[in-house]
């Protein structure tokens, strides 16, 4: 890891082709409160998940859940970290990957963004973290932000540094980058979606959605090598 100029930081290539794992490992039985957890907030907003109520629908105990993810904002935290583990960018044999390898995994992510975008959880957090957007402080919006999209978007950018080392794409920019393949797969769906458009739902398309993006991205950045 070393900084730029600006300060910021930046991770050399061997930390982002580790980061292509995903960076939040819970165990099945966290995974299922957590998972009950999400139904309860899509169900109720932020006022239906207590901590009793968690303990209840997920039987559990509450000091479990105090155990494992802490307070409230600790729960949040770790609910959204959990949804956006689900978009999948790579595998532990990341380094050893061929160029027909990086593509599946290339359409792996796209495939599997779209369902989670498409998913009446996803749609209930974003809708409700819009709503909580001219507050002075939104908590959801923030940890949304934090945890779910710069999650996803990190591991993505690790599987395209990892795939331009290897020759299979070439680019300046690596976050412009990222953003264009992210606008190639999700377009203007996602929005259609938050907002109730009739039929813009369609799972039985991600497949070949993600197939086309896939597509149009190596045309834009792939090299002969691919």
Same mark, same amino acid.
């Given at each position: 890891?070393?900084?730029? $100029?600006?300060?910021?930081?930046?991770?050399?290539? *061997?930390?982002? +082709?580790?980061?292509?794992?995903?960076?939040?490992? =819970?165990? $099945? #039985?966290?995974?299922?409160?957590?998972?009950?957890?999400?139904?309860? &907030?899509?169900?109720?907003?932020?006022?239906?998940?207590?901590?009793?109520?968690?303990?209840?629908?997920?039987?559990?105990?509450?000091?479990?859940?105090?155990?494992?993810?802490?307070?409230? +904002?600790?729960?949040?935290?770790?609910?959204?970290?959990?949804?956006?583990?689900?978009?999948?960018?790579?595998?532990?044999?990341?380094?050893?990957? +061929?160029? *027909?390898?990086?593509?599946?995994?290339?359409? +792996?992510?796209?495939?599997?963004?779209?369902?989670?975008?498409?998913?009446?959880?996803?749609?209930?957090?974003?809708?409700?973290?819009?709503?909580?957007?001219?507050?002075?402080?939104? #908590? &959801?919006?923030?940890?949304?932000?934090? !945890?779910?999209?710069? !999650?996803?978007?990190?591991?993505?950018?690790? &599987?395209?540094?990892?795939?331009? !080392?290897?020759?299979?794409?070439?680019?300046?920019?690596?976050?412009?980058?990222?953003?264009? =393949?992210?606008?190639?797969?999700? #377009?203007?769906?996602?929005?259609?979606?938050?907002?109730?458009?009739?039929?813009?739902?369609?799972?039985?398309?991600?497949?070949?959605?993600?197939? *086309?993006?896939?597509?149009?991205?190596?045309?834009?950045?792939?090299?002969?090598?691919?």
């Amino acid at each position: 890891m070393r900084r730029v $100029p600006n300060g910021t930081v930046q991770q050399s290539s *061997e930390e982002l +082709d580790q980061a292509v794992i995903a960076d939040e490992e =819970f165990t $099945p #039985r966290q995974q299922a409160v957590l998972d009950c957890a999400l139904q309860l &907030l899509v169900g109720g907003g932020e006022k239906g998940l207590t901590t009793a109520g968690l303990a209840r629908a997920a039987n559990c105990s509450k000091e479990s859940i105090y155990k494992w993810f802490g307070d409230r +904002d600790g729960l949040l935290a770790a609910m959204i970290a959990h949804q956006a583990s689900k978009v999948r960018a790579g595998a532990d044999n990341a380094h050893a990957m +061929d160029g *027909e390898q990086f593509r599946a995994y290339l359409t +792996d992510f796209a495939h599997d963004l779209l369902d989670v975008l498409a998913g009446d959880v996803s749609l209930a957090l974003n809708r409700l973290a819009i709503g909580q957007a001219s507050r002075s402080e939104s #908590r &959801l919006g923030r940890l949304m932000v934090e !945890r779910g999209r710069r !999650r996803i978007e990190a591991r993505a950018m690790a &599987l395209l540094e990892a795939g331009k !080392r290897r020759g299979y794409i070439r680019y300046e920019d690596r976050e412009a980058t990222y953003h264009t =393949f992210y606008g190639l797969i999700v #377009r203007d769906l996602h929005v259609r979606m938050l907002l109730g458009e009739a039929g813009a739902r369609r799972p039985e398309q991600f497949a070949a959605m993600a197939d *086309e993006a896939v597509g149009q991205f190596f045309a834009l950045f792939g090299t002969e090598t691919e």
